[in-house]
């Protein structure tokens, strides 16, 4: 098994960490420099013998990573609710009434995107209680940003099942996705172009923009998509079972695990 110089680092310091503090309690000691030299050779000398203890450090190391994120995300969640949900500059599909929603942060540019807008659009047809909400969070890169301040300045135009369409149109276009490319869609949906252009310079889209990507930011967002449902954040394009698993649950009872 292969780790990362950054892993195998965390879980030696680790590893010397708890295998030192014992002693250290029980003495209540102040070790001198020799002696952590000395201490840290048998530290060494014993990995070196037990190697695969190394694994189940990283392992360690990595379960508790990730306890402290999902700690972290849902208190960011709690903290951001009401932004995540219902702010003014977010696209809204699927029932706006609904009795459970699901927010999606996407990318233009992201192929993860482009394969679960079939699971979200599956999941919207199934389920007419469900309501989706779209942040666009553009981190792949300059045309990502510009294609997301087109798309939306375009929201000032287009509103529900049209606005949608225009997003499934961007999204599932093939190759890098830019202002060019938002733009072109935006007037083959009849878009009126001069007040586009006009928009596209607005605080109201800059605002837009930089409020989602502080969202991002606190949520601790590493890629897109990225999917909220209740309190739960859930990274990647996981598929429809385990989102619709996760809708189900919530629904009865309030939480992304039941029982």
Do not use: W
């Amino acid at each position: 098994m292969r780790f990362s110089l950054l892993k195998t680092c965390q879980a030696m310091a680790l590893f010397g960490a708890l295998a030192v503090a014992p002693a250290a309690q029980a003495q209540n000691a102040v070790f001198n420099e020799q002696q952590k030299q000395a201490i840290g050779e048998v530290v060494r000398e014993y990995l070196l013998k037990n190697p695969e203890l190394l694994a189940e450090v990283i392992s360690e190391l990595e379960k508790r990573q990730a306890e402290a994120q999902q700690v972290a995300q849902t208190s960011a969640v709690k903290e951001t609710k009401q932004t995540l949900l219902n702010a003014p500059h977010s696209y809204v599909a699927g029932n706006p009434s609904g009795d459970v929603t699901l927010v999606e942060f996407f990318d233009y540019n992201c192929g993860y995107c482009k394969k679960a807008l079939a699971d979200v659009q599956t999941l919207m047809k199934s389920d007419p209680k469900l309501r989706v909400v779209l942040k666009d969070f553009p981190v792949l890169g300059p045309d990502s940003v510009e294609a997301s301040r087109v798309a939306l300045a375009v929201k000032n135009q287009l509103q529900g099942q049209k606005l949608f369409d225009y997003h499934v149109k961007v999204l599932e276009t093939r190759g890098r996705v830019g202002g060019e490319r938002a733009m072109a869609v935006a007037k083959e949906m009849g878009v009126d172009m001069a007040r586009l252009q006009k928009d596209l310079d607005s605080a109201e889209v800059r605002n837009a923009l930089q409020e989602n990507m502080a969202l991002g930011d606190k949520l601790n967002l590493t890629g897109t998509p990225a999917f909220i449902i209740g309190e739960t954040v859930i990274p990647g394009a996981v598929g429809i079972d385990p989102l619709k698993q996760v809708v189900d649950n919530v629904r009865a009872c309030g939480k992304a695990t039941c029982g």
